[in-house]
């Protein structure tokens, strides 16, 4: 199983971004999905999860700019971001339980300028 992420780049402070991961090369939908990020000497933090029946939790450095959804027919998990900060600049991942087991994707750059 692989995780694929795309969707990040450059974008001025207000901007938006929107990220995706599929799950490729598995046969059962994921449980639970959710995205992380990590900013240079820092820790990986959640930013926002989803359960296969759909309930979000979000951390609340997001809330009310960050959506995020999926597709479980296509095991794909999507990132809406609104209102982007500087300070939301940081490599995105996300992760994917299935069956069990936790599966990473290999990050995507966000950089927002001021």
């Known amino acids: 199983v692989q995780l694929v992420e795309s969707g990040g780049g450059l974008v001025q402070a207000g901007g938006s971004l929107r990220l995706s991961c599929v799950a490729v090369?598995?046969?059962?939908?994921?449980?639970?999905m959710g995205w992380y990020r990590q900013a240079p000497g820092k820790q990986r933090d959640l930013v926002a999860s989803?359960?296969?029946?759909?309930?979000?939790n979000y951390a609340d450095s997001v809330k009310g700019r960050f959506t995020i959804s999926r597709d479980n027919t296509r095991n794909t998990m999507y990132l809406e971001m609104n209102s982007l900060k500087p300070e939301d600049t940081a490599v995105y991942y996300c992760?994917?339980?299935?069956?069990?087991?936790?599966?990473w994707g290999q990050g995507t750059q966000v950089t927002v300028s001021s």
């Open positions: 992760d994917a339980v299935i069956r069990s087991s936790t599966y």
């Open positions: 090369g598995s046969f059962f939908r994921a449980d639970a």
């Open positions: 989803i359960t296969s029946g759909g309930t979000a």
